[in-house]
């Protein structure tokens, strides 16, 4: 089996798919319990979506056996500066690869956009994600926004020699 990741608009339905359940699989862990479809529908609600598309961002999405199970997002935040987000892996394909994958074709896009440094924040019990930064040279560092969901703060140079992921 293989990934397949590509750049796609995210009002896509397997893109728009993804996002629901990513925010599902975050929402759910963060209440301890499942979320409601209201309550995902209330949180894709002016989530910035709109911001993940060329010239602001990009979205990707990766496809494991052909199927849709993976997506992440970029969001251009100022002069060689970006935000990583909606780092998703659907939890049946976690550990064959795709992670990693979807960094580097966010890092590729970022860097054809001139963004050297990427950030992104992310919270205590969301291990997976912290521990797949931190494989592919993310480094955690101070907090750059008050975000109250925001516990940790990585980023990742995007100039230095080796820093493909």
């Known amino acids: 089996m293989t990934w397949i990741i590509g750049i796609e608009r995210p009002d ?3 893109a728009t798919t993804l996002r629901r359940d990513y925010y599902d699989e975050v929402a759910s862990r963060y209440w301890k319990r499942p979320a ?3 309550e995902i529908d209330e949180g894709l609600t002016d989530d910035g979506t ?3 598309v060329a010239p602001t961002g990009a ?3 990766g496809r494991f056996a052909g199927k849709p199970a993976a997506c992440a997002g970029l969001v251009v935040v100022g002069p060689g500066l970006a935000e990583l987000t909606r780092v998703f892996v659907r939890p049946e394909v976690r550990g064959t690869g795709g992670g990693g994958l979807l960094l580097k074709a966010i890092e590729e896009t970022a860097r054809d956009y001139g963004i050297r440094r990427i950030r992104l924040d992310t919270r205590n019990d ?3 994600a912290r521990a797949l930064y931190a494989r592919h040279g993310y480094v955690e560092g101070p907090a750059h ?3 109250r969901y925001a516990e940790h703060w990585f980023s990742k140079d995007l100039t230095e020699v080796g820093s493909a992921g």
Request: glycine share 0%; aromatic share 6%; proline share 6%.
């Open 12 to 14: 896509t339905p397997d």
């Open 36 to 38: 409601t479809e209201r």
């Open 50 to 52: 709109e911001l993940l």
């Open 59 to 61: 979205f990707v999405v």
């Open 126 to 128: 969301l291990v997976e």
């Open 145 to 147: 926004n008050a975000d």
